[in-house]
């Protein structure tokens, strides 16, 4: 990325001089490899954006726009109800606003969709389906090729946020019939604030409307100059990621497996949150019964966990991910997510197991007293 802060500092818009054209080439360079990376036809699909969260807006929105009919009544939108909230909050702002009817499916206790749950509520008026395509908090993966093959027959459109799910786990748009996907860098070692979105543009044409009016610039989509180091960075990070993902998955997974392992033979009570067959390699979801997952956190601070809430000081709601797969507010509040990455060891991991058990055992102790 470095130069193209520095000294490759051209504009890809200018297309007078070899500023410019410099940085343009870096830029077609970069969309190429992301359309290969994701099996698109062509790189053209691909429209580069701040992020996964502005590529799920335009997709939803966008669609909504083109394909909504008053006369009609086509404005159904199916989505998950464990979808990030880049995609939950847009689909049930869109409802409020009278826009958009939304059914939101529910999901198996391994945090998985019924491709059959979407068949029965897809209607004539059914637009779009948004389904995941694997989960942000307990890593589920999504029988995306599955969901996207009923779209087709169906004759409505899918989009997945496969944030999570790119370079840990295959994902093919041609292949999964997926006509939009939301992806992002941060989540693949690549810059944050830079994503993309895959529009497919053959078998079916997805027209979506302007986004952001200017220059001109993604075919007129998405208007205002290119982020070029942070493109070039995301290509990088791509290719990385898919170069590493064979092996790197499989380190993971040895990795993830001693975590919970070391945890469920150190402790009584112990839950692992969604199922093991259809799990991202990285993502353990545990929760320890009697264990306030924010407490804990407190006690092992040099240690990066996350809860599966999303709090602030005063109040803790209760994760909606973890309560669609059926858990109750004490569970949710009583789990800790593990993301295990790059660079983590079995030290690590090992460390993880001594201080994280014996925090719970001292807690539990604690509020027994
Ligand atoms: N979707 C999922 C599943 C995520 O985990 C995230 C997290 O960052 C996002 C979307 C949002 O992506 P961004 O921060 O690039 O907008």
Redesign the pocket.
């Known amino acids: 990325m470095k130069p193209y802060f520095m000294e490759r500092f051209g504009n890809p818009s200018a297309k007078q001089h070899s500023f410019g054209w410099d940085a343009d080439a870096a830029v077609e360079k970069a969309r190429a490899e992301i359309a290969s990376w994701i099996g698109a036809a062509n790189p053209s699909e691909i429209i580069f954006t701040g992020?996964?969260?502005?590529s799920?807006n335009m997709a939803i929105r966008g669609i909504l726009e083109t394909e909504r009919d008053t006369n009609t009544g086509r404005n159904h939108i199916i989505t998950s109800a464990i979808e990030?909230k880049?995609v939950l909050a847009t689909c049930r702002e869109l409802e409020r606003k009278g826009l958009a009817t939304l059914t939101v499916v529910p999901v198996a206790k391994d945090g998985r969709v019924d491709p059959e749950t979407i068949r029965a509520a897809i209607t004539p008026q059914t637009v779009l389906v948004s389904i995941?395509a694997a989960n942000?908090e307990v890593g589920s993966i999504q029988p995306l090729a599955q969901i996207g093959q009923l779209c087709k027959s169906q004759g409505v459109f899918f989009h997945t946020?496969a944030?999570?799910a790119l370079g840990k786990t295959l994902v093919h748009v041609q292949e999964m019939g997926i006509d939009l996907l939301?992806l992002?860098a941060?989540?693949i070692y690549g810059p944050k604030g830079i994503?993309a979105l895959y529009i497919r543009r053959k078998d079916p044409r997805v027209i979506l409307p302007t986004w952001c009016c200017g220059g001109g610039q993604e075919r007129g989509l998405r208007s205002g100059t290119l982020n070029v180091p942070g493109i070039v960075g995301l290509a990088v990070a791509a290719r990385i990621a898919q170069r590493e993902m064979k092996s790197e998955s499989m380190r993971l997974i040895t990795l993830r497996d001693r975590l919970w392992k070391g945890l469920s033979k150190r402790l009584d009570n112990v839950l692992c949150n969604g199922g093991m067959a259809h799990r991202l390699p990285h993502n353990l979801s545990v929760c320890f019964e009697g264990a306030r997952a924010d407490t804990l956190m407190m006690m092992v601070k040099e240690i990066a966990v996350s809860a599966g809430s999303a709090c602030n000081s005063e109040n803790i709601e209760p994760s909606g991910v973890l309560k669609a797969l059926g858990l109750t507010d004490m569970q949710a509040r009583s789990t800790l997510r593990f993301g295990l990455g790059r660079w983590t060891t079995e030290t690590e991991v090992d460390y993880a197991v001594d201080k994280i058990s014996d925090a719970v055992v001292r807690l539990r102790h604690d509020s027994h007293d």
Do not use: C, R
Not at 51 to 54: D, P, Y
């Open positions: 992020g996964a969260t502005e799920s990030h880049s995941m942000h946020d944030v999570q939301s992002s941060h989540k994503g």
